[in-house]
């Protein structure tokens, strides 16, 4: 059986990666990707308590998380639609104000 | 058993850090998709059948689709490196080792490699998240119902083509 240690140094792991892309990226939508990267290393520490508890919620946690993640990705990329359209470009150094 | 959670726990950090390190969008996104899909193997290993279902069906098939969808849409293509930020290239690795060593730190202090409770029964299967998913969360899951509508209902308002 996995330790509960090497299942959440694997969370941490791929939340830190997902966090420094989400600093170090320039494109819009590989930003996105990082958001998403670090849902799933959420997710990945709520299966392994879950595991180490005898507890079902964590799952349930996932499953709520999972929607949260698709409508945030249906209105993100809507927005990011919008943005390219008024801006023509995907490059966050240029979106730099609040008004379209 | 073990041995498949290492082997996969490596090819997800190995995709999460081409995620990271791919200049085009289409390769960063096709390199989520293995994170997801590595990532619902070791939901598999660690009893979380459902959820690891879940996983490819909605994750990797509905949502990756709907980034490569909008990739190819607006034809994202090769990222301009940029030059502005003098600090970032040099306190940005630093911060990031450091962040991470912090995290690891304080997951080793609380649970020491050795610590694994014995197997409890966790009965995992759909129908018992079923029943808990309806009993104790059933306002929970109506919220979330209200949620992805109006997630719908604003994709089509942003997506319109007048703005």
């Known amino acids: ?100 | 058993m073990v041995v498949l959670f290492y082997i996969f726990a490596a090819l997800a950090v190995i995709a999460a850090l081409s995620v990271v390190a791919q200049r085009t969008p289409v390769y960063s996104a096709l390199s989520l998709i293995v994170v997801l899909c590595s990532l619902a193997v070791v939901y598999l290993l660690l009893g979380a059948e459902f959820i690891a279902v879940i996983q490819v069906i909605v994750y990797a098939g509905a949502i990756m689709v709907l980034f490569v969808f909008v990739i190819m849409l607006l034809n994202a293509g090769r990222e301009v490196p940029s030059h502005r930020s003098r600090m970032a290239r040099w306190l940005g690795a630093p911060l990031v080792a450091a962040f991470l060593v912090e995290i690891l730190l304080a997951v080793w202090q609380q649970f020491p490699a050795g610590s694994t409770r014995p197997a409890s029964s966790l009965d995992a299967a759909p129908a018992a998240i079923g029943h808990l998913l309806f009993r104790n969360y059933v306002l929970p899951f109506e919220v979330t119902s209200i949620l992805v509508l109006v997630a719908i209902l604003g994709a089509v308002v942003l997506a319109k083509k007048e703005f």
Not at chain 1, 2 to 27: D, M, Q, W
């Open chain 1, 1 to 100: 059986m996995v330790p509960l240690a090497h299942v959440l140094a694997l969370s941490a792991t791929l939340f830190v990666i997902g966090a420094a892309g989400f600093v170090f990226r320039k494109n819009i939508i590989t930003v996105f990707m990082c958001i998403e990267l670090m849902l799933n290393a959420v997710n990945l520490a709520f299966i392994g308590f879950s595991r180490y508890l005898g507890n079902l919620d964590g799952q349930l946690f996932v499953f709520f998380v999972i929607v949260v993640a698709a409508a945030e990705a249906t209105v993100g990329l809507a927005i990011i639609i919008a943005l390219y359209r008024n801006r023509n470009t995907l490059n966050i150094e240029d979106l730099d104000s609040m008004k379209m």
